[in-house]
Structure formats: structure tokens, C-alpha cells
């Protein structure tokens, strides 16, 4: 992986790796979908057991790491082939990478899925939920390539996790949770 952004005379830092990225991205959107559902369940309406708040907190961080595995098998079977895919076919045809070839590239794993109509709709899921993380490691990638420097995946999660606080306190002032 090539080298970005100097720190000092003759010193490098090292740039984020693509996989590193995905997953960031990855992460970032398995929190958003754990607090959406956590919203969810905090307005359904109560049960006889009444304990359905502490369990929603309690399987929320074992949601979270079930998510994240998938994140890693997400990137290692899918972003990381379709970005390879991408930037190699756009070395063929143009000479150069540009970032519209990874959208094509991600369609092809899941076109068998789209011939099937009860597939269909997952099939669009996992190409919304893969694409963002597949654009940002195109340009991670793009920009160390050309020696500038890249977000680091600590920036990325940083404002992911004031996206996903917002999603919640959004989410708990506009539905009126009505747990409390």
C-alpha cells in the first residue's frame, strides 16, 4: 500500500487499508440499523412481561457484533472484489481509475440474485448496504495512490458514532417513546 500525507522531513504515515475502510463504513452503517431498530422496538407496544426495554439494551451489542461479522464477510467476498474488479477493468478500457466504474462492478454479484423475484429485494439491500463502503476504499486507495492523505478510519467512526447518536436522540424526540 502506498504511502500519504508527510509528518515531518523524510516521514510518512502510513494510509488507512481499504478492507480497514469498508469495515469503518460497514460499522458505521450496523450501528445506524441497531439504533433504527432500537426505536422500532422501544414503540411497540408493551407485553405482559414488561421487560422488553432491558432486553432490547441487552441484545443490542450482541446485534452489533453479528453485524460486524457480517461486515467482514461482506468485505473480504464482496467490496474488496468488486473495488479490485472495478479498478482493473478501468485500467483496460480508459487507462485510468475513476470512481463510476465501481458501481457497475458491484452490480455483478448480485445480477443472479435479481433473475430471482423473491431475491430481488434483498439483492438491492446488500448493493445499497456494500456500495458506500466500496466507494470510500476506491478513494482511500485513489488518494494514497496519488501520495495525499486519507481519512483515517478513527474519523470515520468518530462521525459515525455522532450520526448514530443523532439517528437516536432524533428518533426518541420525534417518535415520542413512550417507554419513559
Given at each position: 500500500?502506498?504511502t500519504a500525507g508527510v509528518a515531518g522531513e523524510g516521514a510518512t504515515r502510513k494510509?488507512?487499508?481499504?478492507?480497514?475502510?469498508?469495515m469503518a463504513v460497514l460499522g458505521v452503517e450496523g450501528a445506524l440499523l441497531c439504533?433504527?431498530?432500537?426505536?422500532?422496538?422501544?414503540?411497540?407496544?408493551?407485553?405482559?412481561?414488561?421487560?422488553?426495554?432491558?432486553?432490547?439494551?441487552?441484545?443490542?451489542?450482541?446485534?452489533?457484533?453479528?453485524?460486524?461479522?457480517?461486515?467482514?464477510?461482506?468485505?473480504?467476498?464482496?467490496?474488496?472484489?468488486?473495488?479490485?474488479?472495478?479498478?482493473?477493468?478501468?485500467?483496460?478500457?480508459?487507462?485510468?481509475?475513476?470512481?463510476?466504474?465501481?458501481?457497475?462492478?458491484?452490480?455483478?454479484?448480485?445480477?443472479?440474485?435479481?433473475?430471482?423475484?423473491?431475491?430481488?429485494?434483498?439483492?438491492?439491500?446488500?448493493?445499497?448496504?456494500?456500495?458506500?463502503?466500496?466507494?470510500?476504499?476506491?478513494?482511500?486507495?485513489?488518494?494514497?495512490?496519488?501520495?495525499?492523505?486519507?481519512?483515517?478510519?478513527?474519523?470515520?467512526?468518530?462521525?459515525?458514532?455522532?450520526?448514530?447518536?443523532?439517528?437516536?436522540?432524533?428518533?426518541?424526540?420525534?417518535?415520542?417513546?413512550?417507554?419513559?
Amino acid at each position: 500500500m502506498a504511502t500519504a500525507g508527510v509528518a515531518g522531513e523524510g516521514a510518512t504515515r502510513k494510509s488507512a487499508e481499504p478492507a480497514a475502510v469498508s469495515m469503518a463504513v460497514l460499522g458505521v452503517e450496523g450501528a445506524l440499523l441497531c439504533a433504527a431498530l432500537c426505536l422500532v422496538a422501544l414503540n411497540l407496544p408493551s407485553g405482559p412481561v414488561g421487560g422488553e426495554v432491558f432486553s432490547i439494551f441487552a441484545l443490542s451489542p450482541l446485534l452489533f457484533l453479528l453485524v460486524l461479522f457480517a461486515a467482514a464477510l461482506l468485505t473480504t467476498a464482496y467490496v474488496l472484489p468488486a473495488m479490485v474488479l472495478a479498478h482493473w477493468t478501468a485500467r483496460q478500457l480508459t487507462g485510468r481509475v475513476a470512481w463510476w466504474w465501481i458501481p457497475p462492478a458491484c452490480t455483478l454479484w448480485v445480477l443472479p440474485a435479481l433473475a430471482v423475484p423473491s431475491w430481488q429485494l434483498a439483492a438491492f439491500a446488500v448493493y445499497a448496504v456494500a456500495l458506500p463502503p466500496a466507494l470510500a476504499a476506491h478513494f482511500t486507495v485513489v488518494r494514497a495512490d496519488a501520495g495525499r492523505p486519507v481519512q483515517p478510519c478513527a474519523a470515520i467512526l468518530t462521525w459515525g458514532a455522532v450520526a448514530v447518536v443523532g439517528v437516536l436522540v432524533v428518533g426518541v424526540l420525534v417518535g415520542g417513546v413512550n417507554r419513559w
